[in-house]
T-cell receptor, first 117, second 114 residues
Framework: GAVVSQHPSRVICKSGTSVKIECRSLDFQATTMFWYRQFPKQSLMLMAT?????????EQGVEKDKFLINHASLTLSTLTVTSAHPEDSSFYIC?????????????FGPGTRLTVL | AQKVTQAQTEISVVEKEDVTLDCVYETRDTTYYLFWYKQPPSGELVFLIRRNSFDEQNEISGRYSWNFQKSTSSFNFTITASQVVDSAVYFCALRGGATNKLIFGTGTLLAVQP
């Protein structure tokens, strides 16, 4: 397997503030990482692909100015939710692909539960 | 277009029963990969299995087994002798050969009653 960590695991903030979430691959390097959002009792929705050393690629309908992604190194990607509002409250999950037997398998972090008051 | 369908929204079984979770996929890629992940109440997705499109061998891992059938575009997951700890949401996912993006199904909530 592989280990991906996220920090913080839970955050509560006031409306209008910005929140930064970190995603780290602990035992492997990842040139790409993925950020997902999951609302209660729903599936995971891909928000963006984080690329080390270059700009992130956002999925249709995801505001890149609101969800800032920085892939600073081969083991760290950060997602910053800027000017958060209550509708941004969700479970944010990152993943990183690790090569195994000729192809990649995505391993997921434990998630960050964001509550915006 | 790629799509994953998990028609069973919720399943409830009694401990020690066998249960099968269905997964049907759509893709035009000739090379693709299928995955199953488990999401317990804690929220963290746990990787269970990856299957390549060119390998239709079924796989067994302990109480878990997977049945991949390209003819019906299905990749079903069976838990034998279910246990309370198996209670979780299970996601089936698809990845095309040329991308690392995962397409998830809507998930099946499995509740195993003692």
């Amino acid at each position: 397997g592989a280990v991906v960590s996220q920090h913080p695991s839970r955050v509560i903030c006031k409306s209008g503030t910005s929140v930064k979430i970190e995603c780290r691959s602990l035992d492997f390097q990842a040139t790409t990482m993925f950020w997902y959002r999951q609302f209660p009792k729903q599936s995971l929705m891909l928000m963006a692909t984080s690329n080390e050393g270059s700009k992130a690629t956002y999925e249709q309908g995801v505001e890149k100015d609101k969800f800032l992604i920085n892939h600073a190194s081969l083991t760290l990607s950060t997602l910053t939710v800027t000017s958060a509002h209550p509708e941004d409250s969700s479970f944010y999950i990152c993943s990183a692909p690790k090569r195994d037997r000729g192809t990649d398998t995505q391993y997921f972090g434990p998630g960050t539960r964001l509550t915006v008051l | 277009a790629q799509k994953v369908t998990q028609a069973q929204t919720e399943i409830s079984v009694v401990e020690k029963e066998d249960v099968t979770l269905d997964c049907v996929y759509e893709t035009r890629d000739t090379t693709y990969y299928l995955f199953w992940y488990k999401q317990p109440p804690s929220g963290e997705l746990v990787f269970l299995i990856r299957r390549n499109s060119f390998d239709e061998q079924n796989e067994i891992s302990g109480r878990y087994s997977w049945n991949f059938q390209k003819s019906t575009s299905s990749f079903n997951f069976t838990i034998t002798a279910s246990q309370v700890v198996d209670s979780a949401v299970y996601f089936c996912a698809l990845r095309g050969g040329a991308t690392n993006k995962l397409i998830f199904g809507t998930g099946t909530l499995l509740a195993v009653q003692p």
